[in-house]
């Protein structure tokens, strides 16, 4: 009686643990605030759940070329916050983002937008030289100046938290790499200063690639 | 035959006194060494990597023995003031600022110099707390 309980406890894991694998591989999370909203299609009532989404933005990138929301329409990307004269975690964080860079700068529906939350210093010729610095040429990765509230803003829906500790003018801000859909729809959040986490980014953007959600989206 | 006896603890001696000091200068050497890992670790690392390799050509590698042993009496200076400026490190032009690591007292200074210059490929012995106390009087 024993043994079969025990047999039962073991198949039962077993295929807990299975189903578990199948499903990290198949979809990434969508991540975020959701809402039902209820609709009619066909004369029917059909509920459907929308999911929070990146807003409307139009920044400055490091060629002084306007990027907005349309710029990035079709593109899957990765956002982060830093600023050039940071002295902690920044270098960190793109030492590891040059990675993603290297694994993905063949492909055009592919985007890196980092935000300097240090506007006064980090002006566009500034941001130009930093991108020279680190050997990143081309539109794969963009350096993205705007308004000091507008970038705090956009922070928000990324949800990562940007704070000016006055009056040293530091800054304070997570080092998180942020992956967006097609859809805009964040699927995921990865702490840049983790050279494992951000393996694991570099994974996903593959998984994310493959689904049909993004396959089919223009 | 005495003779021969006395000459060999004479020796014998003699030996284990300089085995002793190598041992003692081994034991401080080791206690820079690993104090100056932890150090490096806490300031260091984030810019300078893991591996002393640098960042691109914003930040300079601190894998040029030349460099450090041509700059050795300004390193502590370096890391007091900060530094900023043209450099060629690695045969590499740099022009960046780093900041100052104000809060490492002298003794912190040493262990982490004494690490940096024998790591990374470099190999050039201990830098005690003497030494970084005489450079940092001829800071400019």
């Given at each position: 009686m024993k043994n079969i309980v025990c047999a039962f406890i073991v198949i039962a894991l077993y295929s807990a643990c299975k189903q578990g694998s199948t499903n990290n591989t198949a979809k990434l999370p969508?991540?975020?605030?959701?809402?039902?909203?209820?609709k009619t299609v066909d004369g029917k009532q059909v509920t459907d759940t929308t999911y929070?989404?990146?807003?409307?933005?139009?920044?400055?990138?490091?060629?002084a070329d306007t990027i907005s929301d349309k710029s990035l329409d079709g593109k899957i990307y990765v956002a982060?916050?830093?600023?050039?004269?940071?002295?902690?975690?920044?270098?960190?964080?793109?030492?590891?983002m040059l990675n993603?860079?290297?694994?993905f700068k063949a492909d055009d529906n592919f985007r890196?937008?980092?935000?300097?939350?240090?506007?006064?210093?980090?002006?566009?010729?500034?941001?130009?030289?930093?991108?020279?610095?680190?050997?990143?040429?081309?539109?794969?990765?963009w350096l993205l100046h705007g308004t000091k509230e507008e970038t705090y803003q956009i922070a928000k829906n990324y949800l990562v938290s940007v704070q000016e500790k006055k009056p040293q003018g530091e800054y304070i801000h997570d080092g998180y790499f942020v992956l967006v859909d097609k859809q805009k729809r964040l699927r995921g959040t990865y702490d840049g200063t983790d050279p494992a986490q951000v393996t694991k980014l570099i994974a996903d953007i593959k998984t994310l690639k493959t689904e049909p959600d993004q396959v089919n989206a223009k | 035959m005495k003779?021969?006896?006395?000459?060999?603890?004479?020796l014998l001696f003699i030996m284990a006194v300089v085995a002793s000091c190598q041992s003692e200068d081994q034991v401080e050497f080791s206690r820079y060494y690993s104090g100056g890992s932890v150090i490096y670790l806490a300031h260091c690392q984030n810019c300078h990597g893991e591996k002393g390799e640098g960042l691109q050509s914003l930040i300079p590698p601190l894998t040029d023995s030349v460099?450090?042993?041509?700059?050795?009496?300004?390193?502590?200076?370096?890391?007091k003031n900060g530094l900023k400026g043209k450099l060629t490190v690695a045969g590499r032009e740099f022009e960046g600022e780093m900041p100052a690591v104000a809060d490492l007292s002298p003794i912190e200074v040493a262990k982490v110099l004494t690490?940096?210059?024998?790591?990374?490929?470099?190999?050039?012995?201990?830098?005690?707390?003497?030494?970084?106390?005489?450079?940092?009087?001829?800071?400019?």
């Open positions: 969508i991540l975020g605030n959701r809402e039902p909203v209820t929070s989404t990146i807003p409307a933005f139009k920044f400055v990138n490091q060629y982060d916050f830093f600023f050039t004269t940071c002295p902690s975690i920044c270098p960190v964080m793109h030492r590891n993603v860079y290297k694994e890196i937008i980092s935000h300097t939350i240090d506007p006064k210093y980090d002006t566009v010729p500034v941001l130009k030289k930093y991108a020279d610095k680190m050997g990143i040429s081309g539109n794969t990765w | 003779l021969a006896f006395f000459t060999g603890i004479v460099f450090l042993k041509t700059n050795r009496s300004s390193l502590a200076c370096y890391l690490y940096i210059t024998n790591s990374f490929g470099n190999k050039s012995g201990l830098i005690n707390l003497q030494q970084i106390e005489a450079d940092l009087k001829n800071c400019k």
